[in-house]
């Protein structure tokens, strides 16, 4: 297949929004999007891939209202539009749901989506929005509770939020950026559900996903992004998986070991880990007896658990999200207190500890938020590549002085040991893609040797290219005998990844099984609170 291509095929269909040869640049001289064109129309969806960084978010974020273009124009069948706000692309009918989120934290859903709603000198329409909202979730399956303040939400509710917030303005074109990243496989289902009926009624969609399953069981077309440039534009039926990552990276995605990715509809490594028995062998390196931890927005999220976590294992943890899994890390980091229970790392107790004294028992932690927990955006690589370790006395000299140049040397090595894409240490963080700030957070936890790892949704919202290099680390870690705790929402990840599983649902274990040991429909009405039965 051709680098840029067009057989799209949609003759005769019309258009609701067309993108002409747009280029943006922002301040700094970064060429986010080139020359890109990009049709629309009524009744399809379109799946737009690229890695992190080729320009995918820029171009929405253009054509929904809130950046402008350097060069090129959007134009409708009624002529040229300009949007100074995403207020007036909302009125001209086209609504966005963003990857991060455009919520306020101390409002509920309800209110939340009442203001975005509001007009000029009119009080909020709350009771008229609940019933929106009511209806909307039975439809889509999306629920999440109203009236708790959206920041007491786990980000997979917040999402959820975000998702029912632009649903209910009855939009033409909807955009979405990674709405599936945080859903569980059933939400997914019932998510496209109802894509599928909004475009039986004529709506225009965009899906931005890095999940080619996805876009082969979605998508009508796929405009494929590489460098800000427009390199493929493809019928769904007409192209590959395989062509559709090569397109987006420009070669044939390769693991560590050297051998080619194998892009099947469950979107594995190719070196699914060798499984091994985690049971029956005493105390692990983190254990884990009668834990109970209490929740911004309910009294118990987790609920008397009791577990191990082994050396040269992966533990998994699925479930779908707010059923504890983000209140359970936080009390195993030092971020939030535990109600009861024991919790030890070899065997030295960890609760009432702070997060730096856990860490320095060897403990990683890869949060789940890299934009609020693991990264200060305006801050440099160096300094974010030390935060935590800046005390080691390899970078501090007299006087805590900090040896600026022993830390860029650290840096350096980082950048190249875990490929790391930017300019330099002095570089802002908030100017590397999401693939590479994850990476660099990566790098900066494992540089601490650890004995275990607590990575918490480790590839969210990263490309395959991105994500493959993750759970290679994560797999290599544990060949070198160390012990990861992993919780991710993306089940696949976890049944591909771990030795073991626990299924999780309102705070407690519902199963601990091996992955062979169970399957998709096994574990998504384990996720959904119906007991089929498992082991530890």
């Known amino acids: 297949m051709s680098e840029s291509t067009n057989r799209s095929g949609a003759e005769g269909n019309g258009y609701f929004l067309r993108a002409e040869r747009i280029t943006k640049i922002y301040s700094d001289g970064t060429v986010a999007v080139r020359d890109a064109t990009l049709e629309l129309r009524p009744g399809e969806i379109v799946g737009l891939l690229g ?54 934290g101390t409002f509920t859903a309800v209110e939340n989506v009442a203001l975005s709603q509001e007009r000029p000198l009119a009080p909020l329409q709350l009771a008229e929005t609940r019933a929106k909202l009511e209806a909307l979730m039975g439809e ?9 303040p959206v920041e007491k939400l786990a980000v997979g509710e917040q999402q959820r939020v975000e998702i029912l917030k632009v649903l209910s303005r009855d939009v033409d074109l909807l955009i979405l950026d990674e709405p599936t ?64 990552a090569q397109l987006m990276v420009g070669k044939a995605l390769e693991t560590r070991a050297g051998r080619a990715v194998e892009l099947s509809t469950e979107e594995v490594p190719a070196h699914a880990p060798a499984k091994r028995e985690g049971g029956g062998r005493g105390q692990g390196v983190l254990h884990v007896e009668g834990l109970s931890v209490a929740g911004d927005a309910k009294p118990i999220a987790v609920d008397d658990l009791t577990f191990d976590v082994y050396g040269g ?21 030092g971020l939030r207190p535990a109600l009861k229970g024991r919790a030890t790392i070899h065997g030295q107790n960890i609760l009432g500890l702070d997060p730096r004294q856990i860490y320095k028992l060897g403990v990683a932690h890869i949060p789940e938020d890299r934009w609020v927990l693991g990264l200060v955006l305006p801050f440099t690589l160096a300094e974010n590549a030390i935060l935590g370790v800046h005390r080691w006395d390899q970078f501090r000299g007299p006087l805590s002085v900090l040896r600026w140049g022993r830390i860029n040397a650290h840096v350096r090595e980082l950048m190249e040991r875990f490929e790391i894409q930017a300019t330099g240490p002095g570089a802002p963080a908030k100017s590397l893609s999401g693939g590479n700030q994850q990476k660099l957070i990566v790098g900066r936890e494992l540089a601490k040797d650890p004995a275990i790892v607590i990575a918490s949704q480790p590839t969210r919202g990263l490309d395959v290219g991105a994500a493959q290099y993750i759970r290679d680390t994560l797999v290599e870690m544990r060949d070198r005998g160390r012990a990861i705790l992993l919780v991710s929402a993306d089940l696949d990840e976890v049944l591909a990844l771990s030795d073991r599983v626990a ?21 998504g009405m384990l996720m959904g609170g119906v007991s089929v039965g498992g082991r530890g």
């Open 503 to 523: 299924v999780m649902y309102e705070g407690k274990f519902m199963a601990v099984a091996r992955p062979e040991e169970l399957d998709r429909e096994k574990v």
């Open 140 to 148: 889509s399956g999306l629920r999440v509770p109203l009236d708790v």
């Open 51 to 104: 890695e992190n960084g080729a320009g995918k978010t820029t171009l929405t974020k253009i054509l929904s209202g809130l950046l402008p273009p350097t060069r090129g124009r959007v134009v409708s069948p009624r002529g040229r539009v300009r949007f100074s706000s995403p207020r007036e692309a909302l009125e001209f009918g086209i609504g966005m749901v963003h990857q991060h989120f455009a919520l306020v």
């Open 181 to 244: 990243s945080v859903l569980t496989p059933l939400e997914v289902d019932e998510l496209f559900r109802l894509l599928r009926r909004l475009k039986g009624e004529g709506k225009a969609i965009v899906l931005i996903t890095h999940k080619l399953k996805e876009v082969g069981s979605i998508t009508d077309r796929v405009v494929v992004l590489r460098k800000g440039a427009v390199v493929g534009d493809v019928r769904t039926a007409d192209v590959t998986k395989e062509e559709l």
């Open 313 to 333: 294992e992966i533990f998994g943890i699925a479930g779908v999200e707010g059923n504890g899994q983000t209140e359970l890390v936080e009390a195993l980091t």
